[in-house]
Nanobody, 117 residues
Framework: QVQLVESGGGLVQPGGSLRLSCAAS????????MGWFRQAPGKERELVAR??????YYGDSVKGRFTASRDNPKNTVYLQMNSLKPEDTAVYYCAAQRIGVANYAYWGQGTQVTVSS
């Protein structure tokens, strides 16, 4: 049974940091690109970061502040978020995309990140 379980969300003040984790199971992790998405109330889902085959992508709104990484032996992907802003407030999701396939096949349940003073 495939599972993606995010953790690490919470309430943080502007300028603060959080590290999100996403633990994967039930599929061959190393064969998948991993993405971090977020969705704020009333807004469309946004791709924040993507870890492909040695390639990393970051959305313009998070470049220089967020860093994605993965630990294949642990089947885990991370999102280090620094210099957080109120506009980063959203539910953050991780997702898995089979290399060579367009769609993301698996999604986590999401973790809430709230940036507020």
């Amino acid at each position: 049974q495939v599972q993606l379980v995010e953790s690490g969300g919470g309430l943080v003040q502007p300028g603060g940091s959080l590290r999100l984790s996403c633990a994967a199971s039930g599929f061959t992790f190393r064969l998948y690109s991993m993405g971090w998405f977020r969705q704020a109330p009333g807004k469309e889902r946004e791709l924040v970061a993507r870890l492909g085959s040695g390639l990393k992508y970051y959305g313009d709104s998070v470049k220089g502040r967020f860093t994605a990484s993965r630990d294949n032996p642990k089947n885990t992907v991370y999102l280090q978020m620094n210099s957080l802003k109120p506009e980063d407030t959203a539910v953050y999701y991780c997702a898995a995309q089979r290399i060579g396939v367009a769609n993301y096949a698996y999604w986590g349940q999401g973790t809430q990140v709230t940036v507020s003073s």
